[in-house]
């Protein structure tokens, strides 16, 4: 084929191709293209008006949660610091997991402002007003009875909701108020079921108990306890005599060589003691010093033999003490309270060991708080009305009602609907320091170890 032919050939194929594609028609190809870019506009126009739920999600902002200022008002310094502190974690951690959303039933951001007590009640009060220009919905505090009181009353007169996770004197109930709610139980309450479970223990040994004693530091803490061992004795134990009864400043005292002393001479079958870190740890010491220990010395109050201070300072000489606990690690091993497992956990991540009962009993009042706070928002009190909505808080505590096995790591539930908002439900475990651990010995029927009694001394 010669070369002319060759050219022929190709102009005509490219004329059959052209004829082709003007017969076929260019709106098909555009149609095709505008049905791709259609099909990409409607999806993003779906996407941005939201007809589709799917898209919908990727582009719509979530709602901005509310958030709460609640004060906490504590002893971070001064002689009742280390109690402060392990109150704090327990504060700091319910928060923390109220932010996370851990519990579907709160919603909103809580915000801890922060303040020193010192352990002193002037400038608890301070701090208290201070927080509340600084516009806390409520506070939380404050570890020790007396710091409590005066604070309570000023938060009262200010209308100003105030939670009492920890502190047990009976008066601070006992007044009326209106804006006041304690979650603990109070001192009567740890001072029966002090005696309770010593009664059962001393039973369930086969050990008879004609003498006590009656130690305590003389504070509001120490006094209103003893005054509620003093009253219940002799319900549980019908026989026994209180043999010695002193008191004490457990911010002053340095040497307990004299009491202690006594106590060895009048020999009582049990010491109670009501007692703060500092001076529970002194008077070990002292009877280990003087070569003497009762059948059973018991920290009467959940004081500072509750504290995991007291065994690290101690060591072994800790073994045997017995101590009020609102709360141990035991309580999880129980079907009804093994759900709660894993804030013990997050404790545990946090800060290397268990919580105890003070970190528990402050998560617990926390927890409650939030729970109070919203139903206030739920309620439709707006937060920016800061006197309307810490009335709508101061409400709304008084409706809770939370049953046990509901409540957070304890076996009690929550009643804050009595007058006096002072929780009847709260109760009091005993444990005993064994191979240097507290463990749970009363509710004997839930106790994972015996109690040993009488002790076996310095040996």
């Known amino acids: 084929m010669d070369s002319k032919t060759w050219i022929l050939a190709i102009v005509l194929l490219i004329v059959g191709l ?17 049905t791709k870019m259609v099909e990409k506009t409607v999806t993003v126009t779906k996407t941005v008006a939201g007809t589709t739920s799917q898209p919908a999600q990727t582009t719509t902002a979530p709602a901005k949660k ?7 008002l504590l002893p971070l310094s001064g002689g009742s610091a280390f109690s402060g502190q392990e109150d704090l974690r327990g504060i700091q951690l319910a928060a923390l997991h109220i932010n996370q959303s851990k519990y579907p039933n709160i919603k909103f951001t809580m915000k801890l402002v922060i303040a020193d007590t010192q352990t002193k009640q002037d400038v608890a009060v301070t701090e208290l007003r201070r927080l509340a220009q ?34 047990v004197s009976d008066k601070i109930t006992a007044q009326g108020w209106k804006y006041v709610f304690r979650t603990c139980a109070n001192a009567s309450k740890y001072a029966y079921d002090t005696l309770w479970a010593m009664a059962d223990i001393a039973k369930a040994n086969g050990v008879e108990v004609k003498s006590v004693a009656l130690i305590y530091e003389n504070s509001d803490f120490g006094v209103t306890t003893t005054e509620g061992l003093k009253k219940y004795l002799n ?37 109670f ?14 009877m280990k010093k003087l070569n003497w220990y009762p059948k059973a010395y018991v920290g009467a109050g959940a004081g500072g033999q509750t504290r995991v201070e007291f065994i690290e300072q101690l060591g072994a000489d800790a073994n045997y003490a017995y101590t009020q606990t609102e709360w141990q690690p035991d309580f999880l091993n129980s079907k009804a309270l093994a759900k709660w497992a894993w804030i013990n956990e997050d404790f545990k991540k946090l800060y ?12 617990v009042g926390t927890y409650v708080l939030a729970v109070a706070i919203q139903k206030a928002l739920d309620s439709g009190a707006n937060p920016s009305d800061i006197k309307a909505f810490r009335k709508a808080v101061r409400d709304a505590l008084e409706t809770i009602k939370i049953p046990a096995g509901e409540l957070p790591l304890m ?6 609907t009595v007058p006096n908002h002072q ?4 109760a009091v475990a005993m444990a005993q320091i064994l191979d240097g651990k507290f463990r749970v010995v009363w509710p004997i029927e839930f106790a994972p170890v015996k109690a040993v009694f009488p002790a076996p001394g310095w040996g």
Request: aromatic share 10%; net charge negative.
């Open 18 to 34: 052209l004829i082709g594609y003007f017969a076929a028609g260019p709106g098909q190809v555009k149609t095709v293209t505008t």
């Open 66 to 72: 509310v958030e709460v200022k609640v004060g906490i």
């Open 134 to 167: 600084e516009g806390v919905v409520a506070i939380i505090g404050a570890y020790n009875s007396a710091v409590t009181y005066p604070s309570a009353a000023e938060a009262e007169r200010i209308g100003l909701p105030y939670v009492v996770p920890e502190s």
């Open 235 to 271: 319900k549980f134990f019908p026989n026994a005599k209180i043999v010695h009864e002193e008191s004490y400043p457990a911010e002053e005292i340095t040497s307990m060589d004299d009491m202690v002393a006594k106590l060895k001479a009048e020999n009582p079958d049990i010491v």
């Open 273 to 286: 003691h009501v007692a703060y870190l500092k001076d529970a740890v002194l008077f070990v010491q002292t």
């Open 352 to 363: 290397g060991r268990d919580m105890v009962g003070s970190s528990a009993l402050n998560y």
């Open 411 to 416: 076996p009690w539930g929550v009643d804050l």
């Open 423 to 426: 929780n009847p439900e709260a």
